[in-house]
T-cell receptor, first 113, second 113 residues
């Protein structure tokens, strides 16, 4: 039981390049989330999904797209990376019953030059 | 809107000292409250939680009590260890919000021998 895994762990991009971050969970959770963590700002929600085939915007969605084609996977895409997207990205998942806790992946450190 | 405010860090303590990290919240309805911990280079782990007023969450010697009258959820530990050095996040989930977490900015704790 691996929990929540994220790929890759580290990545360096040049401005304008694109990439996709992969999140996978093996707990059969309905809900999945993508956050970014910046110094002094806690974690901010980018996008989330409440089930296979569904996605919704969070607090800071601009510049990102997501897809949830399979229940266990949640992909975060950057179409044209900008230096402001340098951050640590965390994926999380939870059960669908009310106020269930979230389980987090180990994070992806992304640097955009 | 809903929000969480934590005391600013870093908090620096000697081993075996008493720890308090303050957390207050603003929320509509009756949120569930959480403390997550992030050890260096890792993702977030749930430390403890409380789902209703006067509940006390506890784990690994840490405790926090849900105080509705003061809208607070302060984290305490009677005797900290070097291994407790980490960043601590207070967070809440509101009803009907698809379990989206609202985080405080985090408080870094450094414990010295």
């Amino acid at each position: 039981n691996a929990g929540v895994t994220q790929t890759p762990k580290f990545r360096v991009l040049k401005t304008g390049q694109s990439m996709t971050l992969l999140c996978a969970q093996d707990m059969n959770h309905e809900y999945m989330y993508w956050y970014r963590q910046d110094p002094g700002m806690g974690l901010r929600l980018i996008h989330y999904s409440v089930g296979e085939g569904t996605t919704a915007k969070g607090e800071v969605p601009d510049g990102y797209n997501v897809s949830r084609l399979k229940k266990q996977n949640f992909l975060l895409g950057l179409e044209s990376a900008a230096p402001s997207q340098t951050s640590v990205y965390f994926c999380a998942s939870s059960y669908s019953f009310e106020k269930s806790e979230q389980f987090f992946g180990p994070g992806t450190r992304l640097t955009v030059l | 809107g809903d929000s969480v405010t934590q005391m600013e860090g870093p908090v620096t303590l000697s081993e075996e000292a008493f720890l308090t990290i303050n957390c207050t919240y603003t929320a509509t309805g009756y949120p569930s409250l959480f403390w997550y911990v992030q050890y260096p280079g890792e993702g977030l782990q749930l430390l403890l939680k409380a789902t209703k007023a006067d509940d006390k969450g506890s784990n690994k010697g840490f405790e926090a009590t849900y105080r509705k009258e003061t809208t607070s959820f302060h984290l305490e530990k009677g005797s900290v260890q070097v291994s407790d050095s980490a960043v601590y996040f207070c967070a809440l989930i509101i009803s009907g919000g698809y379990n989206k977490l609202i985080f405080g900015a985090g408080t870094r704790l450094a414990v010295h021998p």
